[in-house]
Structure formats: structure tokens, C-alpha cells
């Protein structure tokens, strides 16, 4: 039996978007199955492992915790809307050229949340940088790479912020 | 001694610099660090997973699973599930051909068809909790969960055996009734849990205890654990009404899921297309297939594609993990630190089917030292778990924790620095492993050096309750088939073509060695992965092979592209072929002179399209030895071990993308280290897994870890142009051991039990 959809009015990456849902689908599964938003992964669709980190009202948050009715009338940020006119996020490319990805999996959720971070908190210490992440599981890379990576955001943006 | 400077890597992340190594060997290309290929893919969440890929009138899959560890099947039924709106098909293992009784090897171990397809879907009886036994596919995946809840099957629940000592013993519940044990070419007469007994030996043993000073016995123990790809397996089927079957999956091995499915299906391999989507980790647990035969039949039966994608309990319950173990280690010495004999006798649990990785265990536990005699003996032992599946190094990380604990053990009773002791006894050419083969030119007494001389072990270690351990590890790396093309661009770039799934950066790496090859840039070759119809065979992304092994075919693709351009520059020029040299990619006859690209530019207009291809099948190993520095701190009250410091040394050969390969050390390791100190598959006493998600089953996050400190050891690979060996398994090796001889520093207490968790190691520190 499907059940009677709900109609939700939300923004996703500054643009308004509205789509029907079931009340029990979870906001990881309508961005992917749905509205096409395939970036945000899953890896334990139950809140242990970080792919599916999207920035909901400004906090980041696992989606697939999310159900996608609460989705309605806020505004939300995924993977697919970091990068800003044809230019990279400086996590992207600190990302890129660390080697801070092996599979890439975890990527995502993980470039989510380190500029959530940043965002935060321009200028973390390493533990910062770890406990803020902790909620994020890589299996490939030891995240040796990845916290060097947004160690290196963070220098990148603040360097971008002294020259403006 | 090797003519190569270990080159010290642990770059902050601006230093992006060459690798002094690599200057030394002037290439242009090998020994930088670019950016990878399919990076601005993977970072902006464009990259093509498998469930991302939507097909139109995509159906949903979903497994019914076995509650129980072990029961016979007395029924299933269908019909209410099939009777729901929405509900497309079900199916069984009545819907798989007959299997074969058939063993093929499938690059990290081998499988038998008639095994695989009753690990896909049961047959008679269930084996372990979390078994497939039915399936059913709907139009969305809810529906498909709903329906598979209605599938009613009746159980006889049977007693079940989980540890791998319990399951061989006279009396332990039988999983299959025709399962008799194969030793040295033998059956035995009964059946039993005990698939079969591996033995090895060299030398004179007894002669070998006799010349012993000191002799040390332990015995070893370890849990199951879970390779932890955070992708868990899904697969998309589409079986057209003309019999064209087309997998979309992420794989280790797109190939050999192509066979698989041709011998399960019973179907021409020419009937089935593997299309590799980018996957998310895999470390062994990706080469058999679980899902694919299910969606395909399901979609056969329903006429649309079918989606099946597992959930991370299904993960945990029904996919690879590694073998529980029991382990005895004995090794005896002269006064002056001369290993004389050495016995393993190993038993490793292969899951609910013989064939687990008992035989490369045995191969590994004394390869690091020479030891002139040894036996070694090792049992393949089924028991109610999943099917083990190769796990980075298979077999090794266990026999090491023991050999390794061992070796520090008789090293301090012979008042002999251990580190010293290593390299009195390590391999080097020349020495016989166990199980017959002699070294080659390896690099173990490299790395024990680099690590002798490294800034970590130099430090000094202060303050209660710390300590330092180091350990080796050996991993064979295998050599395989590999096929690549490659089709010169009319700006001069190469379009490179290959089999080999990329699964942490090897589009990199092989595009690297082609271009090295041709003397161009890194990123003027445009690598893709490509589907089984549009390349030659290559073997699996395992065995830590692809870097050299496909790395070897685009070398000599490369060649042979140099060839042709050769050719038409003579046609050019108007001379003959000898008389065109080719240097870093220049090509001159007289004063005429060309790069790469201005004479693939030239060409361009006139004569045939230049593609070079090659295939390899390189029959070697490439012998890879890692040596790993940990200090800990053991807080006195709660047992927890906290890692202070962390170096992991290794021979890579010749690091192609010295970034990748310090990211397989140091990912490698932190395995190694979750294994370790955390991770374990808690079963009850009904051999019920209780800690199937990530929660209870937990893996080190970023705040369970420090930096890992990486030095690459280049004692060049004499059967790799480049120097190349395979880099991925070993790392996971030394961990386990290394971490329980800090622990032994720190506490005082001796671990031989995997994992080292707090309250294991808080009942080893009350019971000292
Ligand atoms: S999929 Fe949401 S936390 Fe794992
Ligand atoms: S790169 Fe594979 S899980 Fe992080």
C-alpha cells in the first residue's frame, strides 16, 4: 500500500524546489532517487557513517536521519553546490591536490561537513579538524590526507580573505 | 645495498614536490604527484556510482535472509508476496541453473561454482545468519523491503558452530554432509568442517630445535572482522528479450563478474556485458558476486532493469569477512641470534564454504625470515559465518600478529635488540620461503634499515604507561592479465583505454607510466575504465597488481605507439626507420626534430589513425615488505590504548604517485590498527552477529587516529621497467603486531588476542 504523498516546498543550493514525498522517505533518499542530487552517498543509511552530510538551516546534518518532510520550507546545501561558477571550493581543491580521496565515497560527505566546519571556525586546530570529522568514516585513506587537506582549506581561505 | 635513497615522504600538504628518487632517475612524470584524473569527478559528487545510475522503469530488489546460523529450509512461499499490487517477481535457488561442481581462480583466491551459487542464494539449508534464501523485486525499493517480510519461510533451526576450533572438533554440527577433508593430494575418509589441511616444510626440524638456545611457543587468537567499504554492494541487472544480459556494478574485477555470471547463469560469457561503475572501497570483498545473479534473474523474469542494493546489516551479516584464527607459533634461536627452526600450525575459519585463505596464511607466516627449518601446517575450516572473502593481504595480518609477537618474544630472552634480530634473520635473495619460492631482489633489509635510522625510532619515548613496537608484514602481490589501448588525439593527447576498475587512484597511475613512456605530460592521457566489451581481459584490482601489472601493459602500448610514430616520421622525413631516434619524447632524424605532439599533429592529416595496444601477463610477484613504528599510551584504568605516533616504512619499487602510494600506507595501516584494537564480530551463542552497523561494529575515525608518518623504501622490481611492485596489501600486515608489542612495552603485559580492545587489554593488566 503506498502511502498518501506529502508536498514539500524547500531550498536546495539557493534555488526553490518542491517535490511530493512518501512521509516515511528520508531527505538522503528523495535528493538521490528523486530530485537527482546523486552526490550525497550512502554508506549505513542510519547515522553512522557521514556520506550523506548535507547543510540543513546552516548545520550539517546526516540526511538519510533526515525525514524528507521535515525538509519543508528550509534551505539546504549539498556536494552539488559547493563548487561556484565553474571554480572549486578551496576544500575541493585542497582535496584534489593532497590526494585527501581514494575510492571517493566518503568524499562528499566529507567535503560537506570540512567547509561546514570552516565556515564555523576559519582557523581549526588538528583535533578540531578530527573531533569536527569524526562523525565522517573513510576506510581507504587513514584521513591522514584529508585533515591536511582542510588544514590546507583553512590557510587558503584565509589568505583569500587577507588579499580582499 | 640499494643504489636508491629511501626518500622521506611525509610532505606537509603544500609540498607537492617531486620525490627525490625520482630525480634521481630523471623521469618527467614518474615520482609527481598530479592531480588525478577523475578528481574534479569525485570531489563535486559528479562521479557515477552504481546507485546513482537510474535506469527508465527501474525495479527494486530485496533478499529474504535467513534469521538463523544455521536451519534446512522446509519451504518457502511466494505466493503472498506475489499477490501485492506492485509486486513484479520473486525467485529462489530453484531459479539458478543446476551448479557445477567447478573451481576457478579469480586472482585473489579461487572459487568453486557450486559453492558460489549456494552463497547467493541457499540451497537445502541456510548456513549462516544473514543468508539469501529468496528475493523479490517491486516497483520502488519500500515496497520490494514490505514484500520480502511476506515471503514465509519455514526453518528446521540446527545447531551451529561459529569458532574455528569448536568447528573442527569431532563432534561439531557438519554444514555439509559430502565435505571431506583434501590433504597433500588425499581425501579423508569421513566428512567434517575441515575443507583442508596445507602442509609445508623445509629442512631438518628436528636438527633445527636441537641447535636452538632459546625457544619460544605461543599460541594466537582472532575474530572475524569486515573489510568496511563504506559502499555497500549494489548492482543494477538488465536482461533483454534478446538475451543480452548487462551488469551494472561496482567491482573489483569487471571481468571475472562477467565469468561468474556466465557460469552461474550458465549462459555464454558473450551474452553478458559488465558495465564498472566507480567503486566505493572494495580491499578483496568485491570480486565474488552476491547480488548480481539475483537482479539478473529477477529482471529476466520481470522484463525490466532490477536495482538490488544491500543494506550495511546485510553487509556485515552476508558479505566477506575475514577468518577467525587460532594460531600456534614456535621458533627457536641460536645465543647469537640465529633463527634455527620454526613450526606454525594454523587454523583459520573459511566461512559456510571451504576455501577460505588458510593457504596464503601459511605461505606468509614465515616470510620475512630465513629460517632454515620449519614446518608449517594450516587447516581451512568451515564454520556458520559468511563465506570469507579476501581482505587486503589475506591471511597474512594473522599469521604475522603471531610469527611477529614471536620473534620480539625470543629477541628480548636473548637480551638481543629486536630490531637487530629482524635484520640478522630477514630475507633477502636468495632465501627460500616455506613453501618453495626464492626471493628475488627485495627490499625487507632496506626498509628495517630505513626504519633504523628514521627520526621516530631515533626519538626517544618518555612518560608511565607508553611504549614502542615495531613489526614486519610480506605480501606476495600478484602479477595477472591486463590489457590496454591507447588512440593518439589529433592535439597530440592519448586517449588511454583499460580494464582495470580504479579504485584509489590507478587511472593516475597507469596514465602516468604511458606518459612517461611517450615523453608527454600526465595530463595529456585522458585514462578511462571501460566496460568488458571494449577492452581485452584484465584480472582483478587485487593482489596490489594494477599499478605494475596494467602499469606494464600502458608502458608497452606506449611502445608500441612509439613504434608506429617511428614509422610515419620516417615516411615524413623520408628515411629509414633506424635512422629516426626517439629521446624524453623528442623524435629527430638529422636536424629535423619533433615532440610528441608536434609529429602526432603533423600525422594527423595523412595515414592511418595511430593506436597502440598491448597485453601482459606478467607471471611474477612482486614481493612487497613494510616494517611499521607505533608508540602507544594504555590509560591504566580503562585498558584503552591510545596511539602517539605512527610510521609506516615500506619497499614500493618505484612510486609511480608517491601521494597514492603513501595513501595506501597509511590507509592500509589504519586497517591494520582497527583490526587491531577495535574491531571484532561479536556472535552469540545461537552464532547470531550482535554488532552489525557502525555503530557497534566500529571502525577508527579521524579522532581515533594520529597522522601516519610514511617513508617509501625504492629497491627497484627487476621485473617492472619502472622498478614498480605493488603497494596496497601489506600495510595492513604489520599492525596488529606491532600495537601488541607497544602494548607489552607499556604494560608489561603480552596481548594474543586480536582485538586488543579496553577490556581485553584491562583484564590482561588485573591478571599480570
Ligand atoms: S548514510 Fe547517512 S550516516 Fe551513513
Ligand atoms: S576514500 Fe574510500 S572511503 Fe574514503
Same mark, same amino acid.
Given at each position: 500500500?503506498?502511502?498518501?504523498?506529502?508536498?514539500?516546498?524547500?531550498?536546495?543550493?539557493?534555488?526553490?524546489?518542491?517535490?511530493?514525498?512518501?512521509?516515511?522517505?528520508?531527505?538522503?533518499?528523495?535528493?538521490?532517487?528523486?530530485?537527482?542530487?546523486?552526490?550525497?552517498?550512502?554508506? *549505513?543509511?542510519?547515522?553512522?557513517?557521514?556520506?550523506?552530510?548535507?547543510?540543513?538551516?546552516?548545520?550539517?546534518?546526516?540526511?538519510?536521519?533526515?525525514?524528507?518532510?521535515?525538509?519543508?520550507?528550509?534551505?539546504?546545501?549539498?556536494?552539488?553546490?559547493?563548487?561556484?561558477?565553474?571554480?572549486?571550493?578551496?576544500?575541493?581543491?585542497?582535496?584534489?591536490?593532497?590526494?585527501?580521496?581514494?575510492?571517493?565515497?566518503?568524499?562528499?560527505?566529507?567535503?560537506?561537513?570540512?567547509?561546514?566546519?570552516? !565556515?564555523?571556525?576559519?582557523?581549526?586546530?588538528?583535533?578540531?579538524? $578530527?573531533?569536527?570529522?569524526?562523525?565522517?568514516?573513510?576506510?581507504?585513506?587513514?584521513?591522514?590526507?584529508?585533515?591536511?587537506?582542510?588544514?590546507?582549506?583553512?590557510?587558503?581561505?584565509?589568505?583569500?580573505?587577507?588579499?580582499? | 645495498?640499494?643504489?636508491?635513497?629511501?626518500? $622521506?615522504?611525509?610532505?606537509?600538504?603544500? !609540498?607537492?614536490?617531486?620525490?627525490?628518487?625520482?630525480?634521481?632517475?630523471?623521469?618527467?612524470?614518474?615520482?609527481?604527484?598530479?592531480?588525478?584524473?577523475?578528481?574534479?569527478?569525485?570531489?563535486?559528487?559528479?562521479?557515477?556510482?552504481?546507485?546513482?545510475?537510474?535506469?527508465?522503469?527501474?525495479?527494486?530488489?530485496?533478499?529474504?535472509?535467513?534469521?538463523?546460523?544455521?536451519?534446512?529450509?522446509?519451504?518457502?512461499?511466494?505466493?503472498?508476496?506475489?499477490?501485492?499490487?506492485?509486486?513484479?517477481?520473486?525467485?529462489?535457488?530453484?531459479?539458478?541453473?543446476?551448479?557445477?561442481?567447478?573451481?576457478?581462480?579469480?586472482?585473489?583466491?579461487?572459487?568453486?561454482?557450486?559453492?558460489?551459487?549456494?552463497?547467493?542464494?541457499?540451497?537445502?539449508?541456510?548456513?549462516?545468519?544473514?543468508?539469501?534464501?529468496?528475493?523479490?523485486?517491486?516497483?520502488?525499493?519500500?515496497?520490494?523491503?514490505?514484500?520480502?517480510?511476506?515471503?514465509?519461510?519455514?526453518?528446521?533451526?540446527?545447531?551451529?558452530?561459529?569458532?574455528?576450533?569448536?568447528?573442527?572438533?569431532?563432534?561439531?554440527?557438519?554444514?555439509?554432509?559430502?565435505?571431506?577433508?583434501?590433504?597433500?593430494?588425499?581425501?579423508?575418509?569421513?566428512?567434517?568442517?575441515?575443507?583442508?589441511?596445507?602442509?609445508?616444510?623445509?629442512?631438518?626440524?628436528?636438527?633445527?630445535?636441537?641447535?636452538?638456545?632459546?625457544?619460544?611457543?605461543?599460541?594466537?587468537?582472532?575474530?572475524?572482522?569486515?573489510?568496511?567499504?563504506?559502499?555497500?554492494?549494489?548492482?543494477?541487472?538488465?536482461?533483454?528479450?534478446?538475451?543480452?544480459?548487462?551488469?551494472?556494478?561496482?567491482?573489483?574485477?569487471?571481468?571475472?563478474? +562477467?565469468?561468474?555470471?556466465?557460469?552461474?547463469?550458465?549462459?555464454?560469457?558473450?551474452?553478458?556485458?559488465?558495465?564498472? *561503475?566507480?567503486?566505493?572501497?572494495?580491499?578483496?570483498?568485491?570480486?565474488?558476486?552476491?547480488?548480481?545473479?539475483?537482479?539478473?534473474?529477477?529482471?529476466?523474469?520481470?522484463?525490466?532493469?532490477?536495482?538490488?542494493?544491500?543494506?550495511?546489516?546485510?553487509?556485515?551479516?552476508?558479505?566477506?569477512?575475514?577468518?577467525?584464527?587460532?594460531?600456534?607459533?614456535?621458533?627457536?634461536?641460536?645465543?647469537?641470534?640465529?633463527?634455527?627452526?620454526?613450526?606454525?600450525?594454523?587454523?583459520? !575459519?573459511?566461512?559456510?564454504?571451504?576455501?577460505?585463505?588458510?593457504?596464503?596464511?601459511?605461505?606468509?607466516?614465515?616470510? *620475512?625470515?630465513?629460517?632454515?627449518?620449519?614446518?608449517?601446517?594450516?587447516?581451512?575450516?568451515?564454520?556458520?559465518?559468511?563465506?570469507?572473502?579476501?581482505?587486503?593481504?589475506?591471511?597474512?595480518?594473522?599469521?604475522?600478529?603471531?610469527?611477529?609477537?614471536?620473534?620480539?618474544?625470543?629477541?628480548?630472552?636473548?637480551?638481543?635488540?629486536?630490531?637487530?634480530?629482524?635484520?640478522?634473520?630477514?630475507?633477502?635473495?636468495?632465501?627460500?620461503?616455506?613453501?618453495?619460492?626464492?626471493?628475488? +631482489?627485495?627490499?625487507?633489509?632496506?626498509?628495517?634499515?630505513?626504519?633504523?635510522?628514521?627520526?621516530?625510532?631515533?626519538?626517544?619515548?618518555?612518560?608511565?604507561?607508553?611504549?614502542?613496537?615495531?613489526?614486519?608484514?610480506?605480501?606476495?602481490?600478484?602479477?595477472?592479465?591486463?590489457?590496454?589501448?591507447?588512440?593518439?588525439?589529433?592535439?597530440?593527447?592519448?586517449?588511454?583505454?583499460?580494464?582495470?576498475?580504479?579504485?584509489?587512484?590507478?587511472?593516475?597511475?597507469?596514465?602516468?607510466?604511458?606518459?612517461?613512456?611517450?615523453?608527454?605530460?600526465?595530463?595529456?592521457?585522458?585514462?578511462?575504465?571501460?566496460?568488458?566489451?571494449?577492452?581485452?581481459?584484465?584480472?582483478?584490482?587485487?593482489?596490489?597488481?594494477?599499478?605494475?601489472?596494467?602499469?606494464?601493459?600502458?608502458?608497452?602500448?606506449?611502445?608500441?605507439?612509439?613504434?608506429?610514430?617511428?614509422? $610515419?616520421?620516417?615516411?615524413?622525413?623520408?628515411?629509414?626507420?633506424?635512422?629516426?631516434?626517439?629521446? !624524453?619524447?623528442?623524435?629527430? @632524424?638529422?636536424?629535423?626534430?619533433?615532440?610528441?605532439?608536434?609529429?602526432?599533429?603533423?600525422?594527423?592529416?595523412?595515414?592511418?589513425?595511430?593506436?597502440?595496444?598491448?597485453?601482459?601477463?606478467?607471471?611474477?610477484?612482486?614481493?612487497?615488505?613494510?616494517?611499521?613504528?607505533?608508540?602507544?599510551?594504555?590509560?591504566?584504568?580503562?585498558?584503552?590504548?591510545?596511539?602517539?605516533?605512527?610510521?609506516?616504512?615500506?619497499?614500493?619499487?618505484?612510486?609511480?604517485?608517491?601521494? @597514492?602510494?603513501?595513501?595506501?600506507?597509511?590507509?592500509?595501516?589504519?586497517?591494520?590498527?582497527?583490526?587491531?584494537?577495535?574491531?571484532?564480530?561479536?556472535?552469540?551463542?545461537?552464532?547470531?552477529?550482535?554488532?552489525?552497523?557502525?555503530?557497534?561494529? +566500529?571502525?577508527?575515525?579521524?579522532?581515533?587516529?594520529?597522522?601516519?608518518?610514511?617513508?617509501?623504501?625504492?629497491?627497484?622490481?627487476?621485473?617492472?621497467?619502472?622498478?614498480? $611492485?605493488?603497494?596496497?596489501?601489506?600495510?595492513?600486515?604489520?599492525?596488529?603486531?606491532?600495537?601488541?608489542?607497544?602494548?607489552?612495552?607499556?604494560?608489561?603485559?603480552?596481548?594474543?588476542?586480536?582485538?586488543?580492545?579496553?577490556?581485553?587489554?584491562?583484564?590482561?593488566?588485573?591478571?599480570?
Amino acid at each position: 500500500m503506498t502511502p498518501v504523498k506529502k508536498h514539500v516546498t524547500t531550498k536546495i543550493n539557493g534555488e526553490s524546489v518542491e517535490f511530493l514525498c512518501e512521509p516515511r522517505q528520508s531527505l538522503l533518499e528523495v535528493l538521490r532517487d528523486d530530485l537527482a542530487l546523486t552526490g550525497c552517498k550512502e554508506g *549505513c543509511n542510519n547515522g553512522n557513517c557521514g556520506a550523506c552530510t548535507v547543510v540543513l538551516n546552516g548545520r550539517p546534518v546526516n540526511s538519510c536521519l533526515v525525514l524528507a518532510v521535515e525538509a519543508a520550507d528550509a534551505s539546504i546545501e549539498t556536494v552539488e553546490g559547493i563548487a561556484e561558477q565553474g571554480h572549486l571550493d578551496p576544500v575541493q581543491q585542497c582535496f584534489l591536490e593532497g590526494a585527501a580521496l581514494q575510492c571517493g565515497i566518503c568524499t562528499p560527505g566529507f567535503i560537506v561537513a570540512a567547509k561546514a566546519l570552516l !565556515d564555523k571556525n576559519p582557523d581549526p586546530t588538528e583535533a578540531e579538524i $578530527r573531533f569536527s570529522l569524526a562523525g565522517n568514516l573513510c576506510r581507504c585513506t587513514g584521513y591522514d590526507k584529508i585533515i591536511r587537506a582542510v588544514q590546507a582549506a583553512a590557510q587558503a581561505r584565509l589568505a583569500a580573505q587577507q588579499s580582499s | 645495498m640499494s643504489t636508491e635513497v629511501p626518500s $622521506r615522504s611525509t610532505p606537509d600538504a603544500s !609540498d607537492l614536490s617531486p620525490s627525490s628518487a625520482a630525480e634521481t632517475k630523471k623521469y618527467k612524470v614518474i615520482g609527481t604527484r598530479p592531480i588525478r584524473h577523475d578528481g574534479a569527478d569525485k570531489v563535486t559528487g559528479k562521479a557515477r556510482y552504481t546507485s546513482d545510475v537510474l535506469l527508465p522503469n527501474m525495479a527494486y530488489g530485496a533478499l529474504v535472509r535467513s534469521p538463523y546460523a544455521h536451519a534446512r529450509i522446509v519451504s518457502i512461499d511466494t505466493s503472498e508476496a506475489e499477490a501485492m499490487p506492485g509486486v513484479l517477481a520473486t525467485m529462489t535457488s530453484a531459479d539458478l541453473p543446476d551448479p557445477w561442481d567447478k573451481v576457478e581462480n579469480l586472482g585473489e583466491g579461487c572459487i568453486n561454482y557450486a559453492h558460489l551459487s549456494g552463497n547467493v542464494l541457499a540451497r537445502g539449508k541456510a548456513l549462516y545468519k544473514g543468508h539469501a534464501v529468496a528475493a523479490v523485486c517491486a516497483t520502488n525499493a519500500h515496497l520490494a523491503e514490505e514484500a520480502a517480510a511476506k515471503i514465509k519461510v519455514e526453518y528446521e533451526p540446527l545447531p551451529a558452530v561459529t569458532w574455528v576450533l569448536d568447528a573442527m572438533k569431532e563432534d561439531a554440527p557438519l554444514l555439509h554432509d559430502n565435505l571431506v577433508t583434501q590433504a597433500l593430494g588425499e581425501e579423508s575418509a569421513r566428512p567434517s568442517n575441515i575443507g583442508a589441511h596445507i602442509h609445508f616444510e623445509q629442512g631438518d626440524l628436528e636438527a633445527g630445535w636441537a641447535a636452538a638456545d632459546v625457544i619460544v611457543e605461543r599460541e594466537f587468537k582472532t575474530s572475524s572482522i569486515h573489510q568496511g567499504y563504506i559502499e555497500p554492494h549494489v548492482s543494477i541487472a538488465m536482461w533483454n528479450e534478446d538475451g543480452r544480459l548487462k551488469i551494472w556494478t561496482g567491482t573489483q574485477g569487471s571481468f571475472v563478474v +562477467r565469468q561468474q555470471m556466465a557460469e552461474l547463469l550458465k549462459i555464454p560469457v558473450s551474452q553478458v556485458l559488465v558495465i564498472p *561503475c566507480e567503486i566505493g572501497g572494495g580491499f578483496g570483498g568485491k570480486i565474488a558476486v552476491y547480488e548480481q545473479p539475483v537482479a539478473a534473474v529477477l529482471s529476466r523474469k520481470c522484463g525490466r532493469p532490477v536495482k538490488i542494493a544491500m543494506r550495511r546489516d546485510e553487509v556485515f551479516e552476508a558479505t566477506g569477512p575475514t577468518p577467525g584464527s587460532y594460531m600456534r607459533v614456535k621458533l627457536g634461536a641460536t645465543k647469537d641470534g640465529k633463527l634455527t627452526a620454526g613450526e606454525a600450525w594454523l587454523a583459520y !575459519d573459511a566461512g559456510a564454504f571451504p576455501g577460505g585463505v588458510i593457504g596464503p596464511g601459511c605461505m606468509c607466516v614465515f616470510s *620475512c625470515y630465513d629460517i632454515p627449518n620449519a614446518v608449517v601446517d594450516g587447516y581451512d575450516v568451515v564454520a556458520n559465518k559468511p563465506k570469507v572473502q579476501a581482505y587486503r593481504a589475506p591471511g597474512s595480518t594473522h599469521a604475522a600478529f603471531a610469527c611477529e609477537s614471536v620473534i620480539d618474544e625470543l629477541a628480548l630472552e636473548l637480551k638481543i635488540d629486536p630490531l637487530d634480530f629482524r635484520l640478522k634473520n630477514a630475507v633477502q635473495e636468495g632465501s627460500r620461503r616455506v613453501d618453495g619460492p626464492v626471493y628475488p +631482489r627485495i627490499g625487507l633489509i632496506e626498509t628495517l634499515e630505513a626504519v633504523r635510522d628514521s627520526q621516530h625510532w631515533n626519538s626517544p619515548l618518555e612518560g608511565p604507561n607508553r611504549g614502542r613496537g615495531i613489526a614486519c608484514g610480506f605480501w606476495f602481490n600478484a602479477g595477472l592479465q591486463s590489457s590496454v589501448t591507447a588512440a593518439v588525439n589529433p592535439d597530440g593527447t592519448v586517449s588511454m583505454s583499460e580494464g582495470s576498475t580504479d579504485i584509489g587512484g590507478t587511472r593516475a597511475s597507469i596514465a602516468m607510466q604511458l606518459a612517461e613512456t611517450l615523453g608527454i605530460a600526465a595530463t595529456d592521457v585522458q585514462p578511462q575504465v571501460v566496460d568488458t566489451d571494449s577492452i581485452g581481459y584484465t584480472d582483478v584490482t587485487g593482489g596490489s597488481r594494477v599499478t605494475f601489472a596494467t602499469g606494464l601493459a600502458a608502458y608497452q602500448a606506449g611502445l608500441d605507439i612509439q613504434k608506429q610514430m617511428v614509422r $610515419r616520421a620516417a615516411e615524413l622525413w623520408e628515411c629509414d626507420v633506424d635512422q629516426v631516434t626517439v629521446e !624524453d619524447g623528442v623524435y629527430r @632524424y638529422g636536424d629535423a626534430a619533433l615532440s610528441f605532439k608536434e609529429l602526432a599533429v603533423k600525422l594527423n592529416n595523412a595515414g592511418d589513425p595511430i593506436v597502440g595496444r598491448a597485453s601482459v601477463s606478467p607471471q611474477v610477484s612482486t614481493n612487497a615488505f613494510g616494517a611499521h613504528i607505533v608508540d602507544v599510551e594504555v590509560d591504566p584504568e580503562t585498558g584503552k590504548v591510545t596511539i602517539l605516533r605512527y610510521t609506516a616504512v615500506q619497499d614500493a619499487g618505484k612510486a609511480i604517485h608517491p601521494s @597514492y602510494v603513501e595513501g595506501q600506507m597509511q590507509g592500509g595501516a589504519a586497517q591494520g590498527i582497527g583490526w587491531a584494537l577495535n574491531e571484532e564480530y561479536f556472535y552469540d551463542d545461537e552464532g547470531v552477529m550482535r554488532n552489525a552497523s557502525f555503530l557497534d561494529y +566500529r571502525i577508527p575515525t579521524a579522532f581515533d587516529l594520529p597522522m601516519i608518518e610514511t617513508i617509501i623504501v625504492e629497491v627497484p622490481n627487476p621485473d617492472h621497467p619502472y622498478g614498480v $611492485r605493488g603497494v596496497g596489501e601489506v600495510p595492513i600486515v604489520p599492525p596488529p603486531a606491532a600495537l601488541a608489542i607497544a602494548i607489552h612495552r607499556a604494560t608489561g603485559c603480552r596481548m594474543h588476542e586480536l582485538p586488543m580492545s579496553p577490556p581485553h587489554v584491562w583484564r590482561a593488566m588485573q591478571d599480570r
